[in-house]
């Protein structure tokens, strides 16, 4: 009997692209910025998401889409700092999410008071890479926890990100971790990367993450 997976892949992962461009349609037209966050689990992405919204939540308008393989857990964190509703998704297995999760989170999302849009993607460094969720671009989170050869290891994600965040640099006292090493790495893998470093925990380097989102996201109109 003839096997048939490679043409049944092909096919969802066209159909996911079409949904993608659906996404990406639909918020272009209400100018929001989306940004898909990704990284290793345990890299930092809801720390940072609470700072971000406790700082720029209300001033630029942030809603959140969260994935997760089984629980809501981080939904729940980042629901304490906004007034917004976060939209879980609870892929039940799933190692990353798709497009039509995406498309039907933001049916539920008051796109007229939305400025900006983060999808905090499930832990993972190599599924992700491979789906378009209509995003602007994708943000890579890269923790000081983890290994400098982690660029090197999955490098489709980070060939595919625009920016790598290098987060919890609070314990580089305290670990074994060559930063000029991870970052060329990264580098090599990327030469287009910008790389910004921070510390949601002591807020080192913050004011820099929150001027990138600041400038990526659309003016408040002034019309009317």
């Given at each position: 009997?003839?096997?048939?997976?490679?043409?049944?892949?092909?096919?969802?992962?066209?159909?996911?692209?079409?949904?993608?461009?659906?996404?990406?349609?639909?918020?272009?037209?209400?100018?929001?910025?989306?940004?898909?966050?990704?990284?290793?689990?345990?890299?930092?992405?809801?720390?940072?998401?609470?700072?971000?919204?406790?700082?720029?939540?209300?001033?630029?308008?942030?809603?959140?889409?969260?994935?997760?393989?089984?629980?809501?857990?981080?939904?729940?964190?980042?629901?304490?700092?906004?007034?917004?509703?976060?939209?879980?998704?609870?892929?039940?297995?799933?190692?990353?999410?798709?497009?039509l999760?995406?498309?039907?989170?933001v049916?539920?999302?008051?796109?007229?008071?939305?400025?900006?849009?983060?999808?905090?993607n499930?832990?993972?460094l190599?599924?992700?890479?491979?789906?378009?969720?209509?995003?602007k671009?994708?943000?890579?989170?890269?923790?000081?926890?983890?290994?400098?050869?982690?660029?090197?290891?999955?490098?489709?994600?980070?060939?595919n990100?625009?920016?790598?965040?290098?987060?919890?640099?609070?314990?580089?006292?305290?670990?074994?971790?060559?930063?000029?090493?991870?970052?060329?790495?990264a580098l090599?893998v990327?030469?287009?990367?910008?790389?910004?470093?921070?510390?949601?925990?002591?807020?080192?380097?913050?004011?820099?993450?929150?001027?990138?989102?600041?400038?990526?996201a659309?003016?408040v109109?002034?019309?009317?």
């Open positions: 009997m003839a096997v048939r997976t490679i043409e049944v892949r092909e096919r969802v992962m066209a159909r996911n692209n079409e949904i993608a461009a659906e996404v990406r349609s639909r918020l272009a037209e209400y100018g929001v910025t989306a940004i898909n966050l990704v990284s290793s689990p345990g890299s930092g992405k809801t720390t940072l998401l609470e700072r971000t919204l406790a700082v720029l939540g209300e001033e630029m308008g942030i809603a959140i889409i969260t994935g997760d393989v089984q629980t809501q857990n981080d939904a729940d964190r980042l629901a304490a700092y906004t007034p917004r509703v976060v939209n879980a998704v609870v892929t039940n297995g799933a190692c990353h999410l798709d497009a999760q995406v498309l039907t989170a049916d539920e999302i008051d796109l007229n008071r939305t400025r900006l849009l983060f999808i905090e499930v832990g993972n190599v599924c992700p890479a491979s789906w378009d969720l209509g995003e671009e994708m943000i890579v989170l890269f923790a000081v926890t983890e290994g400098e050869d982690k660029p090197l290891k999955y490098p489709k994600m980070f060939q990100a625009r920016r790598v965040v290098m987060t919890k640099i609070d314990l580089l006292p305290h670990v074994p971790f060559d930063m000029d090493r991870a970052v060329a790495n090599s990327n030469p287009a990367l910008e790389v910004i470093h921070v510390s949601a925990l002591t807020g080192q380097g913050l004011d820099r993450w929150f001027d990138f989102l600041r400038a990526a659309r003016p109109s002034t019309s009317g």
